[in-house]
């Protein structure tokens, strides 16, 4: 990769930034000044300096992000703000974008990279990725409920949904439960609930596969995966 390229990816500053900082002496390859930004480096084994600080190379990044209502799963939009407006400048560098949807008003889990292959391998159906919710239902769920969602809910629209599981935490005139479905249809559960005339009042997502939604963070918190979290999800690539 070219010197100039590397440095402005991981925010040094614009190439015209950079070649001003190269006239001045301020840039080492493995200690020997270096003066030319086309020169290229090896980013795994050179050490590269700006001012006598390390610069390390990051191609990919992976973010959990507990997602409060009110911001859609976009990168840009012209009316509402987006998940990615809650970035910091320092991960915004990676031109970072959601892995699959959650609706405008849903929480909870997300997953934000720059890995387009990890995000395929996440959310495509024919990977079967389980994505659990826990949602607050208008109305009282029943047992005749799981089994209809276990054969898969025939949606309004006439799509039939792959089956589903639903396990019940709490009936009443609002049930509360947990749905794992392994696709990514627009309001899918909030469909398939309306398919069995109920509604969901609240929905979060709480796990995608065997990524789970760190407790510790508050709608609107954003932390980068742990070494096995990210493990976990390179293994997916792999699948």
């Known amino acids: 990769m070219r010197l100039d390229k590397l440095l402005s990816n991981m925010g040094i500053g614009s190439r015209k930034d950079i070649k001003a900082i190269l006239k001045k002496k301020h840039i080492t390859v493995n200690e020997k000044i270096v003066k030319d930004g086309s020169m290229h480096v090896d980013t ?5 300096k700006v001012q006598g600080e390390i610069v390390t190379y990051q191609k990919y990044i992976y973010l959990m992000m507990n997602k409060p209502g009110g911001y859609i799963s976009a990168t ?7 998940v990615i407006d809650m970035l910091t400048p320092s991960y915004k560098l990676f031109n970072p974008f959601p892995v699959g949807r959650l609706d405008k008003d849903t929480e909870g889990l997300l997953l934000i990279t720059n890995d387009g292959e990890l995000a395929h391998q996440l959310i495509s159906p024919k990977k079967d990725v389980g994505k659990t919710y826990y ?3 208008k109305g009282h769920v029943t047992e005749e409920d799981i089994l209809k969602f276990n054969n898969g809910i025939m949606l309004d629209d006439g799509y039939q949904a792959k089956p589903a599981k639903l396990q019940i935490l709490h009936a009443d005139d609002q049930s509360e439960v947990e749905v794992t479905v392994t696709e990514g249809k627009f309001h899918q559960v909030k469909r398939m609930f309306l398919a069995v005339d109920k509604k969901v009042d609240y929905l ?36």
């Open 44 to 48: 795994e084994s050179d050490i590269i």
């Open 76 to 82: 840009v939009d012209e009316r509402d703000k987006t």
């Open 135 to 137: 949602a607050k239902i």
């Open 204 to 239: 979060k997502r709480i796990k995608m596969g065997e990524l789970e939604l760190d407790r510790n963070l508050v709608p609107g918190d954003v932390r980068e995966l742990t070494k096995d979290e990210l493990e976990y999800c390179l293994s997916q690539k792999k699948n």
